[in-house]
Structures are given as C-alpha cells and as structure tokens.
C-alpha cells in the first residue's frame, strides 16, 4: 500500500492522543502539543518521550491533508524507523507491562508479631534480606528493615542497657511503625512497572515496592521489589518489545 505507513503512524498516534486526554481529563479538541506538555507530570513514559511525541504531533499535521467523511487523506509517508518508535511509545503508554509479569515471585522473608525479635534477626541472617515482612494472625501489619533495627540497637546499647533482654524479650510486633512502614509502598497485583519506577522517583527514600492483591495493609505480600530489581525489569522490556530505561 502506498500510505501503509502513513496509516500505521496515525492509528498510533491517535491511540496515544485518546490515552493523553484520559490521562488529563482533556477536551475532545484540545491541543496535542499542549496535552503532551500538561501530561509530563502524570506520567513516567510521556515525560521520557515528551519531545518525540511534540515532533509526531508536527508530523500528523504535515502527513494529513485533510479528512473526509470515511477517512483520513494522506500526502506524504513517514519511513520505517517513525512508524516503529511511535508503536514503542503508543505500547508503552497504553498497554504497559505488568510487575507481576515483568519480575517472577520470590521468596519473601517474614516473621510473626508474637516471636522475640531475635527471630528477626535470625531471619535477616538466613535470608540476607534487609526487609523483613511482619504478620500477626494472617494479616501484615508492618515492616521490620534490618538498619531500622541496627538503629535500635545501638541506640539501646549506648544506654547501657542490656541487649539480650531486649532481643528475647521484645516482640516483633512491637518495633513496627507507621514511620518506618511510610518508606514502603504498597500496590495491588495490577500494578505495571512503570508504576514502580515511578513509586521511586516521587520518593527518595523508598526502600522497596510491597505488591498485595489490592495493594492495602493487611493482605499477604506477593511480592517485593526494590532498585536492585530494575535490571532484571529492564531485561524484561527489552524482550516486551520497547526501549529500555
């Protein structure tokens, strides 16, 4: 076909229009461009492709003479490379990965509310974790992180206090905080891995990405993610046909 390409370009291009208003709650006639632009802070994918999604929306403008009542008129055909990169960018922005599939399962350490809290630090040695997931009668309810408790730790030893007492006598439960849980956060199985990416940007200090059926406090932990997965999430984008971060 003479215009195939034309055509692929403008069934992406408007995909990815349609995906800019839902994210922005846009006006049906709004500006492209300045929908890109309003659209930078909600969105991790349009922000990283923000110039080449302005430049396309230039593009559609020179490629389209005009509609008419069945169809789009063409004068002009972008070359291959075009038509890939915009089908990147249009995949990526609405039908992102999901972690759940980007990032297999894993072992995830934990111990009970009720245990010693030398439990915990068996556990940390174990497992090589540095989170550790805390549940009481089913249902999490915190986070112990292995430099949270050294914390403790040390601060209780510089008052003299006796360190063993506080190791078998203390429980898990009750080091749990909403302090140190506000450096996790939680998401729901549905979660893509754009999100995640996202989670650790917007928040410097996150130490991991906690994923739950429903993405609440109280569920089982699914999985947990934190910066030391990205290489392998990247190996996996690769693979799911768009550019890596």
């Known amino acids: 076909m003479e215009y ?3 055509e692929k370009f403008l069934k992406s ?3 990815i229009e349609s995906q800019l208003k839902i994210l922005y709650g846009g006006k ?5 461009t300045d929908l890109v632009k309003r659209c930078t802070d909600l969105n ?3 922000r990283r492709y923000e110039n080449e999604l302005i430049d396309y929306g230039k593009l559609r403008n020179a490629i389209v003479h005009r509609a008419t009542d069945s169809q789009e008129v063409f004068i002009a055909n972008p070359c291959d490379n075009v038509v890939e990169n915009i089908q990147f960018i249009e995949k990526q922005l609405c039908h992102p990965p999901r972690l759940v599939d980007a990032i ?3 072992k995830i350490a934990s111990v009970f509310a009720d245990k010693p809290l030398i439990t915990a630090v068996d556990t940390f040695a174990e497992t090589w974790q540095k989170s550790l997931v805390v549940y009481d009668h089913g249902k999490m309810i915190g986070m112990i992180n292995s430099y949270g408790l050294y914390q403790e730790i040390a601060a209780r030893a510089k008052e003299g206090k006796d360190l063993t007492e506080f190791l078998t006598k203390t429980r898990c439960g009750e080091i ?8 996790y956060k939680l998401v729901s199985a549905d979660a893509t891995v754009f999100d995640v990416f996202m989670a650790f940007e917007e928040q410097k200090n996150l130490l991991a990405v906690i994923v739950t059926e429903n993405g609440v406090l109280g569920e089982k932990a699914l999985n947990i993610v934190t910066p030391t997965d990205f290489p392998r999430i990247n190996r996996y984008l690769e ?3 768009v550019k890596p971060f």
Request: aromatic share 10%.
């Open 44 to 46: 991790m994918t349009v």
């Open 176 to 183: 749990v905080s909403d302090e140190m849980l506000k450096r």
């Open 104 to 106: 297999k399962i894993k």
């Open 239 to 241: 693979t799911y046909n």
């Open 4 to 6: 195939e390409n034309a």
């Open 28 to 32: 049906a006639t709004q500006n492209f």
């Open 13 to 15: 291009y408007n995909r």
